[in-house]
């Protein structure tokens, strides 16, 4: 392997598939959300993604055996609608700026193989969340851009750079002439946010028209609370010392000029 | 796209075209000042460029879309001089080494196809700005370098270093043997600069021989003064901070030892 | 050489080689007990290894000369087993992302044109070591991982990543059905760990079925814990500093608030 | 230019040729060595080095004029020896690994090309400098390391690494089965060290058998001297500064516990 090699797992015919990108990024959105998919809708493998770009080292899994990081694409053939689906998931973000072209581009060159016309990219962009967490759509074509929004999802801000290979996927995708929209959760980021991945599905849910039960994200979002909650304790407690040091040292400046 | 590519956009015969780039860097000199004249000059859209050397996320836009970090080309036919125009501005240098040179080589290769003898890069260099910003000039070719100087360019000193786009397009277009000049503006750098921007184009106005209102660069002049009196009230209010900081401190040890 | 280029030295016949690696590592583990059994075995030189993604440095030997940094690959002729044995150690791991995958794909080209069909990597894995160091096992290959467990290594747990030239020959190999096994030996990491060296190897020799001895690794054991209890001692005074500086500047809050 | 070109400017006969090279480094003294005896032997330009690896600026000189970073190569006949000479001088150190291969790659087949057998390449090393500046020599053939010592360079101790193009050259030139030799000045290494340099070119003179007036570098050797007397002034203030600091706080932690 000296260059990226996506090899073939299954060998099927897909129903004008469109492609869903969730690489881990910010707050693993993309990451929580596809990967859920993935097993919800009882997805079968279709190809696996290799580079020498990913980070250089295996891992290793519940047998004793170990794996090089990877992408995996899995399919899902839509009984009732009217495109298959492909879903790709992954280890890692592609590292330097080579490889994350690379790899995106191979990404692409696949897909287009497959015939995907369209591509859907979900991330997270960093804020700090309200109640409900937004979601925001780009999107490189005016229809799929007012479809997004029909689906609920907010038009995001000009000017927001969309960082990694869910950026990259849909810059080049229009480079291409495919169509490509980037959903993205607003997440606080340092932490794995099944909420916000919950509310990207929904909207992409209607997006696509599929039919998929979210419920089994619950558990996950309450696991997270809790760690949220301690996190906060912390957190609290680390910036009464701060301001408690800060009084101290005023006072000695005080007293001693 | 696994290199740079300059896809062109429109086909157009230009006469004895002189290159002009812009992009970002210190206090944003070429990229204001080429922009300026882009839009001034009622310029057309000549060819795109990308590149996998850019930083790798996308822009996005105010109709909800977005696009690949690029380089943009725009021509601009002189009816009364010599020389058409070509504009090169874009949204960022090339990341690292290899970037720096595959792009700047590639601008140069589309530049000889459109028969570019000449080419002018814009920057800016870090100085203490008095009232009026200064401009000098660095050419590969004495007779470009006295007609700088006629413009008002004062002469650099010996042993500067230009980093970047501006400087590397000079120093591949003597290897080449194109003529290149390098207008440097005076400047700050750690904000936007319109104010050397427009003291630039004074210059390049008369080096080029071409006529453009530069007035409506005075209000972004205005709105960055305003910025910058704000940040020197800052920097004032930190600076007299750190005095009587450094005061308790110097008491302090008196005191003690 | 402007890529990785492997040399033969000897020209030999062997015998269902095994592949043993040890680069530099956490604790030098690999390195250790890979160059002990080089020189234990009586092995002869068979191959050399350089690339430029070695450090650009050289190293001066002890008659004056100076040599790149390369890996070294010696075979050792199994008279009474089935497995003749070829070992790889190095002066360093290759640097990059790029030179990593790139020097693991060479020494895997090499070793299936040698008909291996067998590779063992060790190194180390950091964990507060208690009297006697634990090995774990990862393998590619249900069987000789069950293997490595009777040769009593542990099982490793699920997760764990194994970076560098020992991981990715291990994932690269699996990639290429080649059979693979990496044993890492706990260890503190930040010193050359004989000890640790010596325990990866009696369990070495029990999965490979060979016999060394492997008492000549005792004095290097020694001398390493003379180190280590310097170093222990020197540790300790810093830790009780630190405590008494937290002491001074707590009561000093104290007084003063 | 994609990759390091090396373009010829005289087309000469040599015979026997030496290639000497010097680039920056440690204490500048491969650089100031070799640029002095490029313009005391007056030598003549040879050939031109550019390569995308060097930094990606460019440098103006007094005449307003601008040029990349380069490697220089000068000849000399030889009218009473044996051996005429090439000198290597360069701005800048190759950035990034592979660039420190790709470049040094391409001097040597350039040396090859013009018939060079031997390559001796001058570095610094850095260490406290007694009175006298030791030069260790460093070679890949007995014969060279033997006359290098008879010219009174020191035997290099084993394991010092040798960074860079000096180090490299060396390395490589071993792997071609050319001979090389390395003579490493010692030096503090944080200011340019001419007085070094004319301790090793006085060793680089009995050892290739030349004739040059070095006095040329006494007056750059004053100018150091002066620069370094002030810095040791700045330093011991600073010392002092700091042991007072220290006792202060120690006398504080006192007093308080």
Redesign the interface.
Known sequence: ??TTEIKKVADVELKNPILVEGFPGLGMVGSIATKYLVKQLKTKKLALL?S??F??????????????LRGEFYYWKNETGENDLIFLVGDSQP????????V??SILDFAEKKKVKTVVTIGGYRNEVEETPNVV??????VL?ENALKSKAL??????????TA??L???A??RNLDAV?LLGETRGYLPDPKTAKHVLEILKELLNIDADLDGLDEEIERSKEILGRMRDIEKRRVKYMQ??R??EE???T???
């Open positions: 392997m000296k290799h020498p770009y980070p250089y080292h295996v891992i290793v899994n519940k047998k004793g055996s170990a794996r090089l590292q330097t700026i080579e490889g994350q072209f690379e995106a581009n759509a780009v999107a490189t074509n005016p851009y038009p995001s801000e000009a000017g927001t750079p969309i960082v990694g950026g990259l849909l810059g080049l229009k480079f980037c408690k040091m009084r101290v006072e000695r400046i007293y001693i000029s």
